[in-house]
């Protein structure tokens, strides 16, 4: 049978099983298990426990883990609204300061949980109802604190930035590198635009209120903050330093983070802790079953031909390496739509790595692009996780204006793609300056 053929049996046979509303991992380990079994027979399967299991034996794997209790011991904690809070009031007589703020915080704890949903959920508890308590539409209130919680799949440390890394076999640290700049040129166009609209709509947000704090009460609250940011300042440094591994990092990083919790905001109750890590071996188990599963199932697909099939195919298209990207692009934005992040990277990768490298481009660069399409996701429906998130937190806030809402955002983001294929060079001079040229 003709490898594109199955291949595009194996592509429907994966949307149906996914959408029937089984886990992830599981849908791409029924599927592979099925067509390997369908077209090899038994003998196929018997490999199968060595594969499931041979993705999950590499010591990179750990810096998993340990980034999610980093994440989950900050997420626990005042942390969020404290920043939150912080940048309010050093932000208050900047035009949509309030927007600006949240925006910023959004960024600041996206960098240390590494979480989206968690990000959404410590900035949006508080910055949505200071917002609209002070005449910001609700769109404007929800919509950019769910385009503000993508950031933290692009600002270093990443798990997805990690699983990429694992998925491709490039380095770790220098895909957190390649993510510092464009991260921070999003959140520069998101604070753009956000200053923007608020001068567009008129007063609201302008005035604040009237609202002014003294010098004393903007400097009473960093101490609760800038322990916080300097973990994360430190776990970059020796990442970067060469002190350490990524995983020998992320373990120092998620014990202080746990220290830190613990004398700041007195997470010392065993309950309290054991929600943490309660909390963080589930979310850990999981992303490591969909990397597991999705070993299998890009095992079939090479066994299968599908892989090899399928990139020649594109690469043999007498098609500009432009419009070739433009066409990933695509795939990506629409694979974004329904899946999360971990599993669309752990299924395209095997399928679209040789493609760009034979089209020119750099693998960094291009981990930076795969990121900010699975960024939009995070915010489209019809399995946007930010939009529900924040439903959940403002629920007389309707999906339709959450969206409205978070529509320039994603605008913002096209637009950081066009400007990152125009000069790649925002994403890999800084790993290039402090590593070397990659090999």
């Known amino acids: 049978m003709d490898p594109l053929f199955v291949g595009l049996l194996v592509a429907l046979s994966t949307v149906v099983v996914l959408f029937s509303g089984v886990s992830v991992g599981t849908g791409l380990l029924l599927v592979a298990t099925g067509f390997l079994f369908a077209f090899d ?9 060595e594969l499931f299991f041979a993705d999950l034996n590499s010591f990179a794997l750990l810096s998993i883990p340990m980034f999610i209790i980093m994440g ?7 942390a969020g609204p404290d920043l939150y809070e912080a940048l ?39 910055g949505i109802p200071e917002m609209r308590k002070r005449g910001y539409p609700d769109e404007v209130a929800a919509g950019s604190i769910a385009a503000g919680g993508t950031l933290g799949i692009l600002i270093p440390p990443s798990v997805t930035m990690i699983v990429y890394g694992i998925a491709t076999e490039t380095s770790i ?30 007063a609201a947000g302008v005035a604040l209120s009237g609202i002014t704090y003294s010098w004393k009460q903007k400097i009473e609250i960093l101490p ?36 830190v919790a613990m004398v700041i905001y007195r997470l010392y109750q065993p309950a309290a802790l054991w ?10 188990v999981m992303i490591l079953f969909i990397i597991a599963a999705a070993g299998v199932f890009s095992f079939m697909l090479s066994s299968l031909f599908v892989t090899q099939s399928v990139a020649e195919y594109i690469a043999g298209l007498d098609v500009n390496r432009w419009v070739l990207l433009g066409i990933i692009n695509l795939f990506l934005l629409v ?20 493609i760009i490298t034979a089209a020119g481009f750099d693998v960094y660069w291009f981990a930076v692009i795969v990121t900010i399409n699975m960024e939009i996701g995070l915010i489209t429906p019809p399995v946007g996780l930010n939009l529900y998130v924040i439903n959940g937190i403002a629920p007389d806030i309707s999906l339709k204006k959450i969206l409205a809402g978070s ?22 001079w800084l790993p290039d300056y402090i590593m070397g040229p990659a090999i």
């Open 224 to 259: 609760r903050v800038l322990p916080f940011i300097g973990i994360i300042i430190g776990v970059l440094y020796a990442l970067y330093g060469g002190i350490a591994t990524p995983s020998e990092t992320a373990a120092v990083g998620a014990l202080l983070c746990i220290v």
């Open 173 to 202: 640290g220098r895909l957190f590198l390649a993510g510092v700049m464009p991260g921070l040129m999003l959140v520069s166009l998101f604070i753009a635009w956000a200053i923007f609209d608020t001068w567009r709509r008129g």
């Open 335 to 354: 694979a974004g739509f329904f899946l999360p992040p971990v599993a669309v990277i752990l299924m395209s990768a095997p399928i679209l790595l040789p």
């Open 407 to 428: 529509l320039p955002f994603v605008g913002c983001m096209v637009l950081a793609i066009v400007i990152l294929a125009i000069f790649p060079g925002i994403a890999t």
């Open 275 to 284: 929600v943490v890590l309660r909390d963080s071996t589930r979310e850990s």
């Open 88 to 126: 309010e009031r050093w932000l208050t007589k900047v035009p949509g300061g309030l927007v600006v703020s949240n925006l910023g915080a959004c960024a600041l704890f996206a960098a240390m949980s590494g979480s989206s949903p968690a990000t959404c959920a410590a900035i949006g508890k508080m």
């Open 72 to 78: 989950a011991a900050i997420s626990s904690t005042r």
């Open 41 to 49: 027979g038994l003998r196929s399967l018997q490999a199968l426990p």
